[in-house]
């Protein structure tokens, strides 16, 4: 088995910060996600990495910025928190990529002020 | 355009009865569908995935996948309040590399 840490949990910040979302995982899967979760609104997609210093823009990814530092970790930034912004940010890997099981984290909850 | 439509947004079940949630593509060129399960306050687990036309059962749950009518359904049976959650359909399109894309989502309640 395997496991994804999200840091930070919880994530409080400013209007117009810059603010940065931490994922590793120790499956060994090439390929990693980010989400954004939103009320009512589903998981929407906004980068992933199918390999080491590979990124791919998903349907969300106007305001992000995203890093496939090494095979375990991808990180997520938000370029400029926008006032009163409140979602769930989920990070997921898969094995290789388009058919496989996706495993998630228990996700970065964002309130920003 | 949403590609993957989910209903109903919200059931309410009794303990023991039957829940069915259903998730609809609008584009024929479906290659997979998954279904995941999320708690309060977790990210997403896989329940199950199904590729081919028909049924797929796993203990309580079973999936059923119509390409023709581009439709694929989710039943609990024996329902129980540990299964109280947010459950979201998941397709992937060819053409889509690794970009699989998630249904809205349907809140299931079931009440003792």
């Known amino acids: 088995g395997g496991i994804i840490t999200q840091t930070p949990k919880f994530l409080i910040g400013q209007e117009g910060q810059k603010l940065t979302l931490k994922c590793q995982q120790n499956?060994?899967?090439?390929?990693m996600y980010w989400y954004r979760q939103d009320s009512g609104k589903g998981l929407r997609l906004i980068y992933y990495?199918?390999?080491?210093?590979?990124?791919q823009k998903g349907d969300l990814s106007e305001g992000y910025d995203a890093s496939r530092e090494k095979k375990s970790s991808f990180s997520l930034t938000v370029t400029s928190a926008q006032k009163n912004e409140m979602a769930v940010f989920l990070c997921?890997?898969?094995?290789?990529?388009?058919?496989?099981?996706?495993?998630f984290g228990p996700g970065t909850r964002l309130l920003v002020l | 355009q949403q590609k993957v439509q989910q209903s109903p947004e919200s059931l309410s079940v009794p303990e023991g009865g039957m829940a069915s949630l259903n998730c609809t593509s609008s584009?024929?060129?479906?290659?997979y569908f998954w279904w995941y399960r999320q708690h309060s306050g977790e990210g997403p687990k896989a329940l199950m995935s199904i590729f081919s036309d028909g049924d797929k059962k796993e203990g309580r749950f079973t999936a059923h996948l119509n390409k023709a009518s581009l439709h694929v359904s989710l039943h609990i049976r024996d329902s129980q309040p540990s299964d109280s959650a947010l459950y979201f359909c998941?397709?992937?399109?060819?053409?889509?590399?690794?970009?699989?894309?998630f249904g809205k989502g349907t809140s299931l309640v079931v009440h003792p």
């Open positions: 998941a397709a992937r399109f060819s053409g889509g590399n690794y970009k699989p894309t």
């Open positions: 584009d024929r060129n479906f290659q």
């Open positions: 990495s199918i390999t080491e210093n590979d990124l």
């Open positions: 499956f060994n899967h090439d390929t």
């Open positions: 997921a890997s898969s094995p290789r990529g388009g058919e496989d099981t996706q495993y």
